[in-house]
C-alpha cells in the first residue's frame, strides 16, 4: 500500500467550478498536510498547508482534514484556466521528511 | 523570498560517468534535501541533511551520495551514472529541525544518461 495516494487524473473541470482533489495516507501518525502545486517543467510551489482537523481557507483554496478517516482534500473554487496544474499532496511524519503522493493532474476547461 | 537555486537546467552525461548537482538556497536553512521525480513514480526522497556535515538516506540512496560542506550548499553525486538515472532532479530546502516548515524547491535539473 502506497504511503499517501492521489488519483492521477487527468481531473477535468469546466470554468468558474469547484475542483476537489483527495488524497488519503496510511500513517495514523502523521501531523502536518500540504498540497503543492506544479506547473508543467516547473518545480512544486506549496499552496496549503493544514496541521488540525478541520477546514483551512486562503482565498479561493480550502483544505479539508479528517484524521479518522486520514483523508486531506483541496477545493479550489471559481476555477480558472491558470490553475490548470498537477497537485502534490505531501504529509509529514516527522518534523524534517514528507512523504508525496504521485500528484493528480486537473485542466480547467475554458 | 527564499531562493534555491540548481546548477543546471539541462544536462546530458554519458553511462559511467561521474555526476555532480549542485544546490545553493540563501535563507540560512538548516535542512536541505534531495529528490527525484519520474512520470507515474512521484517525488522520491534520495537523501536530505539536517546541519552540515550531516546527511541520512532517503528512500532511494542506491547509486548516490551526498555532501553538504557548507550550509547554504547541497551536492548530489552520481558516483558512476546508469541510464536508469535519467530523471528530473529537484532540490529542496526548509528552515530547521524540531518544527515542521515549508519546503522550498529549486528549478530542478533536467539529466540525461546516454
Known amino acids: 500500500q502506497k504511503e499517501v495516494e492521489q488519483n492521477s487524473g487527468p481531473l477535468s473541470v469546466p470554468e468558474g467550478a469547484i475542483a476537489s482533489l483527495n488524497c488519503t495516507y496510511s500513517?495514523?501518525?502523521?501531523?502536518?498536510f500540504f498540497w503543492y502545486r506544479q506547473y508543467s517543467g516547473k518545480s512544486p510551489e506549496l499552496i496549503m498547508s493544514i496541521y488540525s482537523n478541520g477546514d483551512k481557507e486562503d482565498g479561493r483554496f480550502t483544505a479539508q482534514l479528517n484524521k479518522a478517516s486520514q483523508y486531506v482534500s483541496l477545493l479550489i473554487r471559481d476555477s480558472q484556466p491558470s490553475d490548470s496544474a498537477t497537485y502534490l499532496c505531501a504529509v509529514s511524519q516527522t518534523s524534517e521528511k514528507l512523504t508525496f503522493g504521485t500528484g493528480t493532474r486537473l485542466t480547467i476547461i475554458p | 523570498d527564499v531562493k534555491v537555486t540548481q546548477s543546471s537546467r539541462y544536462l546530458v552525461k554519458r553511462t559511467g560517468e561521474k555526476v555532480f548537482l549542485e544546490c545553493v538556497q540563501d535563507?540560512?536553512?538548516?535542512?536541505m534535501f534531495w529528490y527525484r521525480q519520474d512520470p507515474g513514480l512521484g517525488l522520491r526522497l534520495i537523501y536530505f541533511?539536517?546541519?552540515?556535515?550531516?546527511?541520512e538516506k532517503g528512500d532511494i540512496p542506491e547509486g548516490y551520495s551526498v555532501s553538504r560542506e557548507k550550509k547554504e550548499r547541497f551536492s548530489l553525486i552520481l558516483e558512476s551514472a546508469s541510464t536508469n538515472q535519467t530523471s528530473m532532479y529537484l532540490c529542496?530546502?526548509?528552515?530547521?529541525?524540531?518544527?515542521?516548515?515549508?519546503?522550498?524547491f529549486g528549478p530542478g535539473t533536467r539529466l540525461l544518461v546516454l
Open positions: 535563507m540560512d536553512h538548516e535542512n
Open positions: 500513517d495514523r501518525g502523521s501531523q502536518s
Open positions: 529542496a530546502s526548509s528552515l530547521g529541525p524540531g518544527a515542521v516548515e515549508t519546503q522550498y
Open positions: 541533511s539536517y546541519d552540515v556535515k550531516m546527511k
